[in-house]
């Protein structure tokens, strides 16, 4: 069984961890052990910036030609996606540095600094424009006319935004399963914000297409530009629920959470699991990147050694926990005598 950042085998019933003889990291990370889930994450946000941008340009053209507010309003969303898909590719890029001595756990939260721009650029330059353009197509109404290469660009936007949907989708699919979790429950958990903001986007912008088709057939149908109108002011609603909802997400990764309490439970098996540990007392596993945890626990050691040998112990310990690629640190303290054990 396997959750998240850690790798817990079972065999026969029983849970199987690395020996403990400091060969082997204490901990593995599940997806991407290699580092290969923000590799994958990268190329993610790269197949939706270049769909983006040329879903942009077509939009823009037919938003002039046909003179349509819902095609004007997905039209600025998808300048907003592919401007939130540069700050997504800095989020990548920064989380990824090195630690050092004033970032001793990384920069992992740096990703979510940047993909909370992102996602106040999807509420300002995406929600607020198609909201206060379709407000004011209701005010002052205008014809539109060359319908078809409307509906041509629909079609064509619905197409490559299907592609990077599907890219997003086959990640986060893969890693759902190897969770346990379904697909959503995934995509709202995961602490790649890059994986949810592309995902989230692309499921936007597929529902904002059809809500534009919609606005552009009864335009065509009634002669009347209301229909058009609503469709921009829904798309706008739309696009501010899912900002709204990415902000948030970044918000509570940046303020300190903590891993999902199945990652919590896998980790205190492996801890208990090594040989040199014989209880567990207190045990804190926080996200400070993605894929990335900090460890701090108290723990009972085997046997009665003296002070100096318990120190070296501890540490090689720590030295075990951190040499996952998904651990980012590691703090170990001894229990105290009277504390109960977890």
Not at 61 to 78: D, K, N, P, R
Not at 158 to 176: C, D, H, M, P
Not at 261 to 278: F, G, I, T, Y
Request: proline share 4%.
């Amino acid at each position: 069984m396997c959750y998240d950042w850690l790798m817990v085998s079972e065999r026969d019933g029983e849970r199987v961890v690395p020996p403990g003889d400091g060969r082997h990291e204490l901990l593995k990370e599940v997806p991407g052990a290699q580092g290969g889930g923000g590799s994958e994450s990268l190329t993610t946000v790269l197949v939706a910036f270049l769909a983006n941008v040329l879903i942009a340009v077509a939009k823009s053209v037919a938003a002039f030609m046909t003179g349509s507010a819902s095609i004007l309003a997905e039209a600025a969303h998808s300048w907003a996606d592919a401007g939130n898909e540069v700050f997504l590719l800095i989020a990548n890029r920064r989380a990824h540095k090195p630690s050092d001595e004033l970032h001793p756990l990384g920069h992992g939260r740096e990703a979510y600094v940047w993909s909370l721009f992102a996602a106040l650029g999807l509420f300002v330059a995406g929600a607020a424009v198609s909201i206060t353009h379709g407000v004011q197509e209701l005010i002052t109404p205008e014809p539109a006319g060359h319908f078809v290469v409307g509906y041509v660009v629909l079609g064509v936007s619905f197409v490559l935004e299907g592609i990077s949907f599907l890219q997003s989708a086959r990640q986060a699919r893969a890693e759902a399963q190897t969770l346990q979790r379904d697909l959503i429950e995934h995509v709202l958990a995961t602490s790649d914000p890059t994986l949810r903001a592309v995902f989230v986007e692309d499921a936007a912008a597929l529902s904002g297409l059809i809500i534009a088709a919609i606005g552009l057939i009864a335009h065509e149908v009634t002669g009347s530009s209301i229909p058009d109108a609503i469709g921009s002011i829904l798309v706008g609603v739309l696009l501010a629920y899912v900002a709204l909802l990415l902000i948030n997400r970044n918000r509570r990764f940046l303020v300190g959470q903590e891993a999902d309490p199945r990652v919590r439970e896998a980790a205190l098996q492996a801890l208990l699991a090594a040989p040199e540990v014989a209880r567990v007392t207190y045990l804190r596993l926080e996200i400070v990147g993605p894929r990335m945890i900090s460890v701090i626990g108290d723990v009972d050691l085997a046997g009665d050694d003296t002070e100096s040998h318990v120190a070296v112990r501890l540490r090689a310990l720590e030295a075990r926990i951190s040499a996952s690629p998904a651990v980012a640190g590691a703090v170990l303290s001894l229990s105290a005598p009277d504390e109960p054990s977890l």
